[in-house]
């Protein structure tokens, strides 16, 4: 059972751990205060991240002391390890990693379980607690994901497509000709120079995939199907589509948080 935060001044950080980007949040009982994004590097150690942290906390009016939590999810199995440490050492706390252990108030239908990352369990959480089932869940990441959700909550499972930074570095690195480009909104679909085609292929064709899967995932779902973005190309897609009802770029760390007081 869900409950809310009986210490409404109670601090927590959430730490989000992707393939491309580090998303970090600073909650002040229920309300995000803060939040930042730091590039994702594997070989950092964590006093480079702590000291990256602490600057960040910093800056955002933050004291590292006055935090009472930690809860953190990650698909970089190496930064797990870097981040609990960096916690431990220079927030004096433990974090609530979200793993197999842990109570999320999900019930997981995949075939194999601990095969479903963190992020999309902690995503469908929140997705569910915010804005009820069912639901498709669109993840705009280094891979572009579409997570299902039934009627009563539970994580049926999804699809995994590459994500839109990748295609775009891909036309790039494996052409002889194809400059790497902005992701930017062409003046029409058919373009009329390089860049403009790479944009109208890129933006365009992913507003067709998400359309496509939408429906593919609303014919199984259901009409009422509910249609959730997230992650940090999502309010551009959306803005080509009527597919997609709620944009919550911060989805993820409002999951880890009700996750976080569901383990209090």
């Known amino acids: 059972m869900w409950r809310d935060n009986e210490e409404k001044d109670e ?14 949040g600073a909650y002040n009982g229920e309300k995000l205060v803060s939040h930042w994004r730091l590039a994702t590097v594997h070989e950092r150690m964590p006093d480079e991240y702590a000291m990256l942290l602490l ?8 004291d590292p002391g006055e935090f009472q939590g930690v809860a953190m ?3 970089v199995p190496p930064l797990t390890g870097t981040f609990v440490e960096l916690s431990e050492a220079y927030l004096g ?12 108030g999900v019930r997981i239908r995949y075939d194999n379980p601990r095969e479903v990352g963190a992020d999309r369990v902690v995503d469908a959480a929140a997705a569910y607690r915010l804005y009820g089932g069912p639901a498709c869940i669109v993840d ?13 909550g539970d994580y049926l499972g999804g699809a995994i497509a590459p994500g839109i930074g990748i295609s775009a570095e ?3 690195a494996r052409t002889a000709k194809l400059p790497r480009i902005d992701l930017a ?7 009329s120079n390089t860049v403009h085609s790479m944009q109208s292929g890129i933006l365009f064709g992913y507003v067709g995939l998400v359309e496509g899967m939408v429906a593919r995932f609303r014919a199984e779902l259901g009409e009422n199907m509910r ?5 940090g190309l999502a309010e551009i897609i959306a803005r080509e589509t009527a597919v997609i009802e709620v944009v919550d770029p911060w989805l993820t760390l409002k999951g880890l948080r009700m996750i976080y007081e569901l383990n209090r």
């Not at 600057?55 to 933050?62: A, K, N």
């Not at 706390?93 to 999320?104: E, M, S």
């Open 185 to 191: 909104r062409p003046p029409r679909a058919i373009g």
């Open 11 to 24: 601090k927590l950080l959430c730490i989000d751990i992707g393939n491309t980007n580090i998303v970090l």
């Open 55 to 62: 600057q960040l906390l910093s800056h955002g009016g933050h």
């Open 227 to 231: 249609v959730i973005a997230t992650g």
């Open 93 to 104: 706390l433990t974090p609530l990693v979200v793993d197999a252990g842990v109570r999320t």
């Open 170 to 172: 891909a036309l790039f």
């Open 73 to 75: 999810a990650s698909v």
């Open 140 to 152: 705009f990441g280094t891979a572009t994901t579409f997570d299902a959700i039934s009627a009563e």
